[in-house]
């Protein structure tokens, strides 16, 4: 039962970073995407992958491993950028 909480956790932290850059783009009324978009896609990916790895879904374990490799690459852009 706990994996299933985790599970739902990261999913649902993943997910709500789609209404952090909705709810910014309608401010803005223009599409952007915020600096919590990048980190909320790279907690809600890293809780999904502790549970892809607990379920040994290879397919799954992958998708999270490059996705967060693209997450901490727009942060570290976001970063050079400030500077």
Do not use: C, T
Not at 19 to 42: D, G, N, R, T, Y
Not at 64 to 82: D, F, H, M, P, T
């Amino acid at each position: 039962m706990i994996w299933l909480i985790i599970g739902f956790v990261g999913q649902g932290i993943f997910s709500l970073r789609f209404i952090v850059q909705w709810l910014a783009s309608e401010k803005e009324k223009k599409s952007i995407i915020p600096v919590l978009f990048w980190h909320l896609s790279i907690a809600g990916s890293l809780v999904l992958l502790i549970y892809s790895i607990h379920q040994k879904d290879p397919v799954f374990i992958l998708g999270q491993l490059a996705g967060s490799v693209i997450y901490i690459r727009n942060l570290v852009l976001i970063g050079k950028e400030k500077h």
